[in-house]
Every structure is written in C-alpha cells, then in structure tokens.
C-alpha cells in the first residue's frame, strides 16, 4: 500500500534525525507573550483552576493571532483547517478526573465550534486508519459532557491501528498513573504535521508520520517535565525509548510548550529529561468511581453551576471543597 510504504519509509528518517541530537537548551520557536485566549477559554480556565498559586492557562501553548482556538469543556485546541484536524490539544489533567464517572459514548461528531467544519466520519470509512483520540477518551469520563466532547473529529487524527491501540494507548494509560502520582499534571498532544503528507476522505485529512506527547507535572516537591515522539505505527519497544526533553519535542513540532513559566524554570525543565524521575508501569485499568457521578453543586465566578462530575459524598467538587 503506497501510504503505508510512504509512513514507514519518513518514519526511520526522522528518528534518525531527533534520536540523535542532544537535549540541550533550543531557541524557542516563537517569544514568550502573554495572551489572551478567547473569552470563554478564560472563564472556563478560571472556574476550573485547582490552585490559585499555580499559573493559570499555563498547559495553553503559543499561539499566533488568527489561529483557531477552541476551547471545550475539558480541552483546548488550535484546530488546522489544511489538515482538518487539531495542531494541539492542551489540558490538566487531575487525580480525580481519572476517576471515571461517565462510559465511552463511542458516537463521533462534527466539531460545532470549529467556524470552518471538522472532519466527517465519511473521511475515515473505509481508509484503514482509526479515528485515533489526541485527548483521550479515558481522561474525559469524569463528566458527561467531556466525554460527549472527546469524540469531536477535532479531536481525531488518522492513526494505524496497531498505533492507536497498542504503544499509543499505553501512553495514554501512563499519563493517567502519572496524574494520579502527582495530583495533577499539564498534558500538550497532538499530531506532527509536516507538508506533503499523504490524505483521506474527501476533506483530505492529513495522516501524521508521528505524533507527540509533552506533560508538565508542575507541583512540589518534584517539578518535572517530558516530552514523547512516536512514530504511526506499531512498536513493542518500551515507551522510555521514545522519551524526549521537551525542547526537543519543540524542535520537530516548531511548537513553543509551556511560554508562561519564568523563563530560568522553562530553559530548565524543557532542556533535559529524566527518566528516572517518572514511574514507567501504568494502572492496567482507567480508575472507576465506586459510586455514580453526579454534577457538582458548587457554584462558579461566573455565578453558574460548576459542570465537573463528582462522586464525593458532599456533592462537590475539588474545586468547590
């Protein structure tokens, strides 16, 4: 199959490129402004801020004017209209969210908020790649809505199959141990979108050669950071194979990751990465509440009620303690 030969042949050229390059401290893509995200983005943010003392809207990556930013209940993403599918999808992700309340919907939907039209799942019948999750499923089930949302087709990208269930869901299921480890963690994901990639669909849906994962575990005592490049395609290797600094992840991606830290911490946790420093065997199951979530009583700034899902005996969430 030529897309297949034209993936694996990309593959073993660009590994050969970031696995030999050092972590050493990079030019960031773009300098390091403050921004406004769009005005919803920041009541949401606000709402859902678990620390006042923590830096709000820091999993958000630079972004330019113009780019199409969207932000769900319990995601952001800049949507690329060339590609039809997200350029990133940023979150925290918290202990308790991996509490998961709500089941997989597995019904797929038009992304309403994304001005130009999403992929359609007419774009993936029948081209042998699954609708592979950016913003998994599994870290979404602690509301209703979420979950309903992380099926978004701007939520989607062309992934083998061998990919999206094996190494790439692994990854997935890490990152989950990792933020019940250390109460919550920010996670940036997406695919690395080069030009010339082969398309599906009548919309032309890029199919990524690799995709990647950076995460900031942003808490005392251990402040740490990684960063992942996959190829699309399985692999049986061990994920710490694919283990990156998160500087190197912005040079392959031309992504800026994390810009509101200080920029002494950023050059700091973006320029090396530790292996020893993150637990490498992952719960073998999602986290399920031992009761029924239910919809949190709190109220918000905005003076709405608080959408998390929650299944403390109080009817709040950890925001509304």
Not at 98 to 124: C, H, I, W
Not at 204 to 227: C, F, N, T, W
Not at 309 to 317: E, I, K, M
């Amino acid at each position: 199959m030529k897309i297949l030969s034209t993936l694996f042949f990309s593959t073993g050229i660009i590994l050969l490129l970031f696995f030999g390059e050092s972590c050493t401290e990079t030019n960031k893509p773009t300098p390091k402004v403050e921004q406004d995200l769009p005005e919803a983005a920041v009541e949401q943010h606000v709402e859902e801020s678990t620390t006042d003392s923590l830096i709000q809207h820091l999993e958000i990556p630079f972004f330019r004017q113009g780019e199409q930013v969207i932000t769900h209940t319990g995601y952001t993403l800049s949507y690329n209209e060339a590609a039809e599918q997200a350029n990133w999808v940023a979150y925290e992700l918290t202990a308790q969210e991996t509490q998961k309340a709500f089941e997989r919907t597995n019904k797929f939907l038009v992304d309403p908020a994304v001005s130009t039209g999403s992929a359609t799942d007419a774009d993936y019948k029948k081209s042998g790649f699954d609708r592979g999750h950016l913003a998994p499923a599994a870290d979404m089930g602690w509301s209703s809505t979420t979950m309903i949302e992380s099926f978004y087709f701007s939520n989607m990208s062309p992934q083998l199959p061998g990919f999206n269930r094996g190494i790439w869901k692994n990854l997935e299921s890490l990152v989950r141990t990792w933020a019940n480890e250390n109460e919550s963690i920010y996670v940036v994901t997406g695919p690395v979108l080069t030009p010339g990639l082969p398309t599906i669909g009548g919309n032309q849906v890029a199919i990524p050669m690799h995709y990647y994962k950076v995460i900031l575990d942003y808490r005392e005592p251990s402040i740490k950071g990684i960063g992942f490049v996959l190829p699309n395609t399985s692999s049986s290797l061990p994920l710490q194979q694919f283990a990156l600094s998160i500087d190197s992840v912005e040079k392959i991606t031309g992504i800026n990751f994390f810009q509101l830290l200080a920029d002494d911490q950023e050059a700091l946790l973006e320029k090396t990465v530790c292996i020893p420093c993150w637990s490498w065997k992952s719960s073998s199951k999602t986290n399920k509440s031992n009761t029924t979530g239910v919809q949190c009583s709190g109220i918000t700034k905005k003076g709405t009620r608080c959408r998390r899902s929650t299944s403390n005996v109080n009817g709040r969430c950890h925001q509304h303690q």
